[in-house]
Structure formats: C-alpha cells, structure tokens
C-alpha cells in the first residue's frame, strides 16, 4: 500500500482528454516535486514529467502535469490509442526518508 | 546516448544472495544519483534504494533494509546492489535508473524459488 494514492483504473476514448490523480500528505507531495512516468507494456518505464509539470524532450505536449497542495495530476489532451500504458507517479517522503511511487493508473483507450 | 544495462539476475533459493550490476554509458556516471527500482510480477513499481554521486547518502525502502546494499563504482561507470536473505516477494525485475529515473535499464529478473 503506497502512501500515494492512484486510482487503479482510467479510461477514455480517442480525441479526450483524461486526467489521473496523485493524492499524498504533508510529508510526500505537500513538500516536494512529483514526477510521473508512463509503462508501456512489457517495457521499462519512461519519464513523462519531472517537476510537477516539466516535459522533457521529446514528450509531446499533449502531456501535462500540475501539483496543488498535497495532490497531483497528470492530463492527457487528444488521447491516442498508443497512450495505453501505466502511469506512475513519484515524489519523495520525509517520514520515510526515500522515494515512493504510486500504485499506479492503468489507462485504457476505448 | 544514455545506456543501462542490468545483470546478474536468475533463480535463487529463498535465504540465498545475488548480487545485481548496472553497467552505465554516455554520460558522466559519477555525476548522477543512482536508484534500484523493483516491478513483482503484475505489480507496480517500487522504489527500493539511491545511492548519491559520492556514495553519501544511501536510503533503503524499509522492506530491503538490512538485508540489500547498494554501492557504485564510478571508475568502473558501476552501480551494484547486493542483496542477501532473499524471500519469495523479492521476486521481481530489478531496474536501475538515474536521478530522478529519468533513465531506465531494460531490467534483470530475479526469481526466488526452492
């Protein structure tokens, strides 16, 4: 059980824009950056966002990434069929003294 | 371009040891914090060690403490993770990953099984 809380499952069609949530406390999110990242199947994880909402090259910016307070959100505007994937978040904990990544979010394109 | 190569992963008896090596290329590998990232099979990702550029400080996840070391190399672009005591939910493929896990290995697999 991670102390960031993903929801297990997304959803949506070609074209929408989804949103998958990153809920923590004082300790994780409320004082420091969140990262996500994006699985593709049977592949090593790829960073999506570093920062709360930094894009590193070569990610398209249909990608984007927001903190407010002790909670994180990842978007994904225009959704394609190939964005089918898991979608991690991360951050550091201070009362566990290292990094913690969500559950993760399962996203599937309808 | 940025390379990490995982080995030494295979089956294990459970009270056993493997030892893991992350052999790094195309950057300057001691001027980047290291991390072992773990995946059980059909679970997500856990965070199980950093290791800073200077071998100082270190962090374990609570469930490898005392029983995996983390260590690096950076004459030889090396990153180690010595694991011992190991148990049936340490099966997993282990990544090593830099910084902010901003690179990946392909991962090596870890299987502990009488």
């Known amino acids: 059980q991670s102390v960031l809380t993903q929801p297990p499952s997304a959803s949506g069609t070609p074209g929408q824009r989804v949103t998958i949530s990153c809920s923590g406390s004082?300790?994780?999110?409320?004082?420091?950056?969140v990262y996500w990242y994006q699985q593709l199947p049977g592949t090593a994880p790829k960073l999506l966002i570093s920062k709360n909402n930094q894009r590193p090259s070569g990610v398209p910016d249909r990608f984007s990434g927001s903190k407010s307070g002790t909670s994180a959100s990842l978007a994904i505007s225009g959704l394609r069929s190939e964005d089918e994937a898991d979608y991690y978040c991360?951050?550091?904990?201070?009362?566990?003294?290292?990094?913690?990544f969500g559950g993760g979010t399962k996203l599937t394109v309808l | 371009e940025v390379h990490l190569v995982e080995s030494g992963g295979g089956l294990v008896q459970p009270g056993g040891s493997l030892r893991l090596s992350c052999a790094a290329s195309?950057?300057?590998?001691?001027?980047?914090?290291m991390n072992w990232v773990r995946q059980a099979p059909g679970k997500g990702l856990e965070w199980i060690s950093y290791i800073s550029t200077s071998s100082s400080p270190i962090y374990y996840a609570d469930s490898v403490k005392g029983r995996f070391t983390i260590s690096r190399d950076n004459a030889k672009n090396s990153l180690y993770l010595q694991m011992t005591s190991l148990r049936a939910e340490d099966t997993a493929v282990y990544y090593c990953a830099r910084g902010w896990f901003d690179y990946w290995g392909q991962g090596t697999l870890v299987t502990v099984s009488s």
């Open positions: 991360a951050t550091w904990d201070d009362s566990l003294s290292g990094r913690v």
């Open positions: 195309g950057f300057t590998f001691s001027s980047y914090e």
């Open positions: 004082s300790s994780n999110i409320g004082s420091h950056t």
